[in-house]
């Protein structure tokens, strides 16, 4: 069974940083492919970043460009969101999620897509 933990969302100002874990196990991770979504009150799941475990195809949303960073410590199997510059618009439920998936190109942009999800982590960015 595979399963995902986040941890380490949490009240900032605006302007500062968190950093998010995604703790994956269950199973190897290498053909799978990552994301983390977020959900604010009223709005639709939308993709944050979307990666693969293994190789370095990554796509970051519009308005995360630049601000965040994904990385991961296979050693743990455990992937990171360093969120830098956080706006209030940022605060949201951010989950992470999996798709096992052989298509080396093929990135979970989609939350329909998704096979697994965490339970979220709430962040909260306040003016």
């Known amino acids: 069974q595979v399963q995902l933990v986040e941890s380490g969302g949490g009240l900032v100002q605006a302007g500062g940083s968190l950093r998010l874990s995604c703790a994956a196990s269950?199973?190897?991770?290498?053909?799978?492919?990552m994301s983390w979504f977020r959900q604010a009150p009223g709005k639709e799941r939308e993709v944050v970043v979307a990666?693969?475990?293994?190789?370095?195809?990554?796509y970051y949303a519009d308005s995360v460009k630049g601000r965040f960073t994904i990385s991961r410590d296979n050693a743990k199997n455990t992937v990171y969101l360093q969120m830098n510059s956080l706006k209030p618009e940022d605060t949201a439920l951010y989950y992470c999620?999996?798709?096992?998936?052989?298509?080396?190109?093929?990135?979970?942009?989609?939350?329909?897509?998704?096979?697994?999800w965490g339970h979220g982590t709430q962040v909260t960015v306040s003016s």
């Open positions: 999620a999996a798709k096992r998936s052989s298509n080396y190109y093929y990135l979970l942009r989609e939350s329909s897509e998704s096979d697994v």
């Open positions: 990666f693969r475990w293994s190789g370095t195809t990554t």
């Open positions: 269950g199973r190897t991770f290498s053909t799978y492919a």
